[in-house]
T-cell receptor
Framework: EPEVTQTPSHQVTQMGQEVILRCVPI?????FYWYRQILGQKVEFLVS????????KSEIFDDQFSVERPDGSNFTLKIRSTKLEDSAMYFC???????????FGPGTRLTVL | TQLLEQSPQFLSIQEGENLTVYCNSS?????LQWYRQEPGEGPVLLVT?????EVKKLKRLTFQFGDARKDSSLHITAAQPGDTGLYLC??????????FGAGTILRVKS
């Protein structure tokens, strides 16, 4: 069964460093998303992406964040200068359309020291 | 952003008992999805409900979407230890942005 994959599973970084989280969405899906979950809190929407453009972004998704689809399979989330409060699980999701359910990857645990 | 309230937050029951988890909002969603999440893993989709009043069954799990598409429930019949986990509801806003509830932690004791 097709699934969303994410790498790395765990990333530890120093405050101020750049990180890139990678995702491979399900192959026939056209809509991609990033969510995050701070420990003990709700899953929060960050950004949606379609046709090589951001469709919608939340208030969390400030200038430090960017997304890219560098090739036909990968979808990346970049945090330019990490802060302690960026420590969270980051989930990638994809869907066939805006009318279809989203399938989530296993997540990347980001720890900022 | 719309809010989804899930209740109860925690539920600890004996094997064989029935339970219901509720997901409520004051706003209308285009669809509502139920996920199950294990510690340290991503949410795994259980079901999507789209039409007001819709009922879907997945083995011992019954999902219902309210007539006004503002609320939903998950009912588990004869719970088993394997049902233990975190259950999340998520409403789809315009553009398919998902708004998640805080989740219900279910523990089924044998």
């Amino acid at each position: 069964e097709p699934e969303v994959t994410q790498t790395p599973s765990h990333q530890v970084t120093q405050m101020g460093q750049e990180v890139i989280l990678r995702c491979v969405p399900i192959s026939n899906h056209l809509y991609f998303y990033w969510y995050r979950q701070i420990l003990g809190q709700k899953v929060e929407f960050l950004v949606s992406f379609y046709n090589n453009e951001i469709s919608e972004k939340s208030e969390i998704f400030d200038d430090q964040f960017s997304v890219e689809r560098p090739d036909g399979s990968n979808f990346t989330l970049k945090i330019r200068s990490t802060k302690l409060e960026d420590s969270a699980m980051y989930f990638c999701a994809s869907s066939e359309s805006t009318l279809n359910e989203q399938f989530f990857g296993p997540g990347t645990r980001l720890t900022v020291l | 952003t719309q809010l989804l309230e899930q209740s109860p937050q925690f539920l600890s029951i004996q094997e064989g008992e029935n339970l219901t988890v509720y997901c409520n909002s004051s706003s209308v969603f285009s669809s509502l999805q139920w996920y199950r999440q294990e510690p340290g893993e991503g949410p795994v989709l259980l079901v999507t409900v789209v039409t007001g009043g819709e009922v879907k069954k997945l083995k011992r799990l019954t999902f219902q979407f309210g007539d006004a598409r503002k609320d939903s429930s998950l009912h588990i019949t004869a719970a088993q230890p394997g049902d233990t986990g975190l259950y999340l509801c998520a409403g789809a806003e315009e553009g398919n942005k998902l708004v998640f509830g805080a989740g219900t932690i279910l523990r089924v004791k044998s």
